[in-house]
């Protein structure tokens, strides 16, 4: 673990996000790392509040993450899922007997009253996370993606659908009418980070609605924080996720420039440092002139030192800056 410091915000998505955060975690001291989660991919189903990215995240974080499937519980049980087949009920989005738990009492908490936030804080200490796992709000934000057939919530593009429709471009209803996270916004003010990660997730669809909140990109540039932001797309491919394949139906191409460009273009003056892997060394120099400083290093996290290497390597980068 790295000596006591300033706390560290991580901005992340689901499962790509999340091993990068594990690796901080690990890296830094218990409660250090505060981690702000996407909520554009929550949606209501079977009257359940579903929030698939901070459940990746606690799960995750706790040691309960089902690392085959990349979401879920690890041991998980489908008896429900069964009988709800039987009933002829919608099973196309697949939820666990245990992850089931969660859903349920995410749902009876927040109708008496709960913050998603607050909901989420409890959920976490309740399971042993020692990181501040934070909604990105408590208010309904939904990510809609534009797509060849049509306008279509995110649940139903990325797991009915299969990603399959080719993508025109994203919404993220809600967004103008919601208050980003209190708590991270007023340590934001207090420029209580000492270091800024844009964890490896989908620039699009996991990054954007964070950072299209209200406020959220000023308050990050303004918030005497180095900002590194680690490139998804490692050798045109995707860490994991469909964000190759958007960024080639956008007409983009999927290279990690791509990706630099997208932040640079879409929040100029917010990143200080991109990290891309080794595979695609021969992008720095372009990167460089988009006016980013550019770090390489392996970050395909296979395992739980490779996911600690990277995190490390990412503070050490933002610390000798
Ligand atoms: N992803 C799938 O590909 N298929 C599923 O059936 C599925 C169910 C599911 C249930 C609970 C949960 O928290 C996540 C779930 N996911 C499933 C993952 C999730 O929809 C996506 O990975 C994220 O939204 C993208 O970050």
């Known amino acids: 673990m790295t ?9 992340s998505g689901g499962v790509g996000g999340a091993k990068l955060a594990l690796g901080l975690a690990d890296t830094l001291q218990p409660g250090q790392l505060h981690v702000l989660v996407n909520t554009g991919d929550d949606f209501s189903h079977l009257g359940l509040h579903i ?9 995750t974080l706790s040691g309960r993450a089902n690392a085959a499937m990349g979401w879920g519980l690890e041991g998980e049980t489908w008896q429900a899922l069964s009988a709800l087949e039987e009933l002829g009920g919608d099973t196309w989005f697949k939820l666990g007997d245990r992850d089931l738990a969660t859903h349920l009492w995410r749902t009876t908490q927040i109708a008496r009253g ?4 607050n909901f989420t804080a409890t959920m976490a200490r309740h399971l042993g996370v020692h990181s501040h796992v934070h909604p990105m709000t408590d208010d309904s ?12 919530p995110f649940q139903h593009y990325f ?5 399959e429709p080719a993508v025109r ?19 934001l003010q207090k420029s209580a980070f000492g270091q800024i990660v844009i964890c490896p997730s989908n620039p699009f669809v996991s990054i954007d609605p964070v950072l299209q909140l209200p406020g959220m990109a000023q308050a990050l540039r ?3 924080a180095p900002v590194a932001v680690v490139s998804p797309i490692v050798g045109g491919m995707a ?20 990706v630099a460009r997208h932040y640079c273009d879409h929040y100029p003056g917010l990143m200080d440092y991109f990290v891309i892997d080794e595979t695609d060394a021969t992008l720095a120099s372009a990167i460089r002139e988009l006016g980013v400083n550019v770090a390489v290093a392996p970050t395909v996290m296979k395992s739980r030192a490779d996911k600690q290497e990277l995190a490390r390597f990412t503070l050490d980068l933002a610390r000798a800056g």
């Open 3 to 11: 000596a006591p410091g300033k706390d560290v915000l991580a901005l």
């Open 51 to 59: 929030s698939p990215d901070i459940d990746t995240l606690v799960y």
């Open 114 to 117: 709960e913050s998603l936030s």
């Open 141 to 152: 934000v939904r990510t809609i993606v534009s797509t060849d057939q049509g306008e279509l």
């Open 159 to 163: 797991v009915r659908e299969q990603c």
């Open 169 to 187: 471009g994203f919404s993220f209803d809600g967004i103008s009418a919601a208050t980003p996270n209190r708590e991270v916004m007023q340590r």
């Open 222 to 224: 303004e918030a005497q």
């Open 239 to 258: 860490l994991k996720g469909p964000a190759a394949k958007m960024m080639a139906e956008l007409g983009m191409g999927a290279t990690a420039l791509a």
